[in-house]
């Protein structure tokens, strides 16, 4: 399933709006913010699909039968751009696990880059729900190499792909390749530039949350 959250007008699209917006961005906590805002809103998304039970809960006056979240979803991102978005849902799952994933473009003489995935800090994700959040997914290669790598080694049971902008080239590349994944999305931007940047997209996403990199 493929959900994109300004396919409905809500605050959200003015969150967006501040994270595209050139000047906006240029104030790094509330580019931060806006990403935290945007994890938090799809995070309350996202738990309506987590199974439920029924539970009592004894306030001062009574019982009152409450239906609760099973299971606390594991929340993943990539570095370092995704950062703030994790946060968001982390904000929202307080009680989740978090696993974090360093991987990078190598870029080639050719100008064509492979993904290079340098370390993963997670926990045991066997018979899990895994969130992997990520701000951008340009091409989807990063996401994918990073499902592929941690389907590898773990039984999850069910993978959500979350981003705050994304391509259209990157979401087919992803359902191809997770066709399971259930993927959720801020906003949906058809181009990209020949370095792979999403247009009109924000821009560099981790630049902008962290600075420059050498
Ligand atoms: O869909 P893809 O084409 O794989 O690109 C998406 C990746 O690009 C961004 O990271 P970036 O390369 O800006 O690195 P950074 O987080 O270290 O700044 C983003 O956070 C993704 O990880
Ligand atoms: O548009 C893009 C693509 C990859 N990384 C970014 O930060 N922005």
Redesign the pocket.
């Known amino acids: 399933m493929l959900f994109i959250l300004n396919k409905t007008n809500s605050i959200a699209n003015k969150y967006l709006a501040e994270l595209r917006d050139e000047d906006t961005q240029q104030d790094r906590l509330r580019f931060k913010r806006n990403q935290e805002r945007l994890g938090e809103i799809l995070a309350y998304e996202i738990s309506k699909k987590l199974p439920y039970t029924e539970v009592e809960v004894q306030t001062p006056l009574g019982l009152a039968n409450v239906n609760l979240p099973t299971e606390h979803p594991v929340i993943g991102t990539i570095l370092r ?1 995704g950062l703030p978005f994790q946060q968001g849902f982390m904000n929202f799952f307080d009680q989740s696990p978090a696993a974090f994933i360093t991987a990078y ?1 190598k870029v080639k003489r050719s100008g064509d880059f492979v993904i290079k995935i340098d370390h993963i800090s997670t926990p045991n994700l066997d018979d899990t729900t895994f969130i992997l959040c990520d ?2 997914l ?2 989807g290669q ?1 996401i994918v190499e990073v499902c592929k790598e941690l389907l590898a080694t773990y039984e999850i049971k069910t993978l959500h792909i979350a981003a705050v ?1 994304a ?1 259209t080239e990157g979401i087919e590349h992803v359902r191809a390749h997770l066709p399971k994944a259930n993927i959720w999305v801020c906003a949906v931007d058809e181009e ?2 020949t ?5 009109p ?8 949350a962290f600075g420059e990199k050498v």
Request: hydrophobic share 45%.
């Open positions: 751009a473009r701000t951008m340009a091409t990063s902008i391509s990209m530039t370095k792979a940047y999403i247009v997209g924000l821009g560099d996403a981790g630049d902008l």
